[in-house]
Structure formats: structure tokens, C-alpha cells
């Protein structure tokens, strides 16, 4: 399809486990994003790379995030040792680049952690 | 710092009636941009308008419109004559266009339209 693509879109996760979180950008897009999105609340972001380099990961909550783009197209979110505050909507978003580019994001990744 | 301060947590009209949600901003950059995004129940997020901080004409887009006033931080967004397929969460969000894209959103105002 023509629009950012996210996979899956629901997991449960039981308490300590790992999960990966897959997004595929709309082709030619440069920068990727990934927010987190708790219940109730504004997405907030967690890292930001331009193609394979990842630029910005102030927002990742802890250590056991981490977020690669190896090929600058496809990104994969990873949560190790999953824990209850995890479980939310986990966005990813595309755009060409600078300049307030408008960015599009996906229907999101809902993970809930048991 | 960058913050997007949305008031009006949630909001209830009846269809057809006209309904404007706040939105103010703080920002210490010179050059902005501003954004509408619109998440209905099924998560996705869709992209509303974006306005340049120089860019200060209002915009009207069909039964949507939107004010800019740089005066007092603010761009808010009017749904004129509203229907039930309005109803959906809405973000107001800023990003600085010297910096990478990074979208700082508000909290986001729930609107019901009600039949």
C-alpha cells in the first residue's frame, strides 16, 4: 500500500518477554519516527532517524528500548523484559525530511503486556 | 522548551452545531510549524493542515477552519455545521523547522458529536 505500514497491529505480551514492533515507511521517506501513545493520552516521542542513522533517541524510556533501521527503509522497535507501564499504542511515522515535511503515521501497534 | 497545551479535554455538540477546539503553544524558536491531526477510534492519525509560523491568513478547508494568531500563541480549529463522523480525538502539535521534524503534540480534545 501507499501508506506506512505497521506489524503487527495487536500483541499481547506476557510480563518479561520480548517483542519487536515492525514498520515500513512510505517508499522514499528519509525520516522515520517512533511515538509512544498511552491510553487517554498524546502520542510522545521515543527516536527519530534519517535513513539508517538514528538521529534523535532522547524519548526511549529505558535501556530496554531500542530501535534500529539498518537499510534505511524498514524500522523494527524492540522491547526487551516487557513490563505492564509497556502497554500502549506504538505509532510509527514517515516523511521526506526537514523543513516541517508533513509526517504520516501509521495505524499503530497496540501492545498490551499481561 | 516545546509544549502544545489543548484545554478542552472533551467536548460534546449536538450534529450540525459549530464547535472550535483551543490550542496554544509555547516555543522559543523563530520559525515553527504548526499541525492538525485527527485519530478516529481506529488509531490511525490523520493529517489535518499544517501551518507555517509566518504564514498567519486563516485557512478554510471545506466545513474546517483554522486561526492562526502568532499575538497570542495560539491556532485553534472550528468545525462549522458538525456530523457525526467528526467525532474522533484531535491533536494540535508543533514541530521546529531548524531541527529535525520532531512533532511535539498536545494532550488532545475528545469531540463527541451527538445525533
Known amino acids: 500500500g501507499a501508506g506506512v505500514s505497521q506489524s503487527p497491529r495487536y500483541k499481547v505480551a506476557k510480563r518479561g518477554q520480548d517483542v519487536a514492533l515492525r514498520c515500513d515507511p512510505i517508499s522514499g521517506h528519509v525520516s522515520l519516527f517512533w511515538y509512544q501513545q498511552a491510553l487517554g493520552q498524546g502520542p510522545e516521542f521515543l527516536t527519530y532517524?534519517?535513513?539508517?542513522?538514528?538521529?534523535?533517541k532522547s524519548g526511549l524510556p529505558s535501556d530496554r528500548f531500542f530501535a534500529e533501521r539498518p537499510e534505511g527503509s524498514v524500522s523494527t522497535l524492540k522491547i526487551q523484559r516487557t513490563q505492564q507501564e509497556d502497554s500502549a499504542v506504538y505509532l510509527c511515522?514517515?516523511?521526506?525530511?526537514?523543513?516541517?515535511?508533513?509526517?504520516?503515521f501509521g495505524e499503530g501497534s497496540w501492545l498490551t503486556v499481561v | 522548551a516545546q509544549k502544545v497545551t489543548q484545554a478542552q479535554t472533551e467536548i460534546s455538540v449536538v450534529e450540525k452545531e459549530d464547535v472550535t477546539l483551543d490550542c496554544v503553544y509555547e516555543t522559543r524558536d523563530t520559525t515553527y510549524y504548526l499541525f492538525w491531526y485527527k485519530q478516529p477510534p481506529s488509531g490511525e492519525l490523520v493529517f489535518l493542515i499544517r501551518?507555517?509560523?509566518?504564514?498567519?491568513q486563516n485557512e478554510i478547508s471545506g466545513r474546517y477552519s483554522w486561526n492562526f494568531q502568532k499575538s497570542t500563541s495560539s491556532f485553534n480549529f472550528t468545525i462549522t455545521a458538525s456530523q457525526v463522523v467528526d467525532s474522533a480525538v484531535y491533536f494540535c502539535a508543533l514541530s521546529a523547522s531548524n531541527r529535525d521534524d520532531k512533532i511535539i503534540f498536545g494532550k488532545g480534545t475528545r469531540l463527541h458529536i451527538l445525533p
Open positions: 501551518r507555517n509560523s509566518f504564514d498567519e
Open positions: 511515522a514517515s516523511s521526506f525530511g526537514r523543513d516541517g515535511n508533513t509526517i504520516y
Open positions: 532517524f534519517q535513513n539508517e542513522a538514528q538521529l534523535d
